[in-house]
């Protein structure tokens, strides 16, 4: 029997003799080493154990079990007791969102407030011409709950574009329109009113799909000049806050974010109440601002609300 046929067997056994405990992959997650999805592919790979045999899909630990990757120990401060944290990033335009660049354009991560465990997770992306809220999370767990399209987590945009759109053609863009991945739609179409050429809308979709908002209006011959997201989900990007800044999520709205995808870890942590605000600084933290809301009337509403897919 090979050594890892025998650590996939004592791995078994153990499941057996014990099935209470976690997920691996959901607390190696929580701790920020990874998403979930890179953890269990990272079991798959062998490149993880469990009290020094090789880990399987599906094995639950508990405190006190002594877990490698790629045969480094974890600590248990790593696994079990780190504190969650999120923060709430207003991405300027002419920034990208993966963690390096081969053409060493800024990245949102350049900004960020360094962790002695764990790392940032980015909760989806933005193009490099688009400003606005992004949440990065030390928990991979709540990142990926955030994320999977089942969460139907909604996310709201100012867009600006060129001249007054015709009421029919925000029937379309809210009827929905073949785009080259499939049918897509905005949930709703806020007029959020304009001077001069320029015109603002507000619209939601409850999808992330790859410059989905811009394709949207360029279908119906609209192109965007400025794109902001305001909103994710339960969480609105703050006034007053300008971009390149981050904060920290305060604890009711960390509470409320992690019951919009039903999500209950096993030890919630707390946080201190006091809201910490930071400003820029490569590898240091960064203020989060939130980018100028266009002003110039109020929004009226269109009535084009959202509607059962």
Known sequence: MSTVTHNRAKNAARRTAAPDGEKLQKVLARAG???????ERWIEEGRVSIDGATASRGDRVRTGQLIRIDGQLLSAGVMFGAKRRILLYNKPEGEICTASDPQGRST???????????????????????QGLILLTTDGELANRLMHPSAGIEREYAVRVLGRVQPDTLQRLHDGIVLDDGMARFDSITDAG????????????KEGRNREVRRLWEAVGLKVSRLIRVRY?????????????????????MGALLH????????????????AVHSAGKGAGKKFA???????????????RGRKR
């Open 233 to 253: 989900g339960p969480v609105t990007l703050p006034r007053g806050l300008r971009p390149g800044r981050w904060e920290d999520m305060e604890p009711p709205a």
């Open 194 to 205: 304009g001077e001069g050429a320029n015109h603002w809308y507000h619209v939601t979709l």
């Open 290 to 304: 939130k980018p100028q809301r266009p002003t110039a009337a109020a929004p009226r509403r269109t009535g084009l």
């Open 33 to 39: 080493i990874g998403s979930r999805r890179e953890m």
């Open 108 to 130: 949102i991560f350049d900004h960020l407030p360094v962790l002695r465990n764990g790392r940032w997770i980015a909760v989806g992306r933005l193009d490099i011409n688009t």
């Open 260 to 275: 919009s995808v039903g999500y209950v870890p096993a030890a919630p942590e707390q946080r201190s109440g006091r809201r």
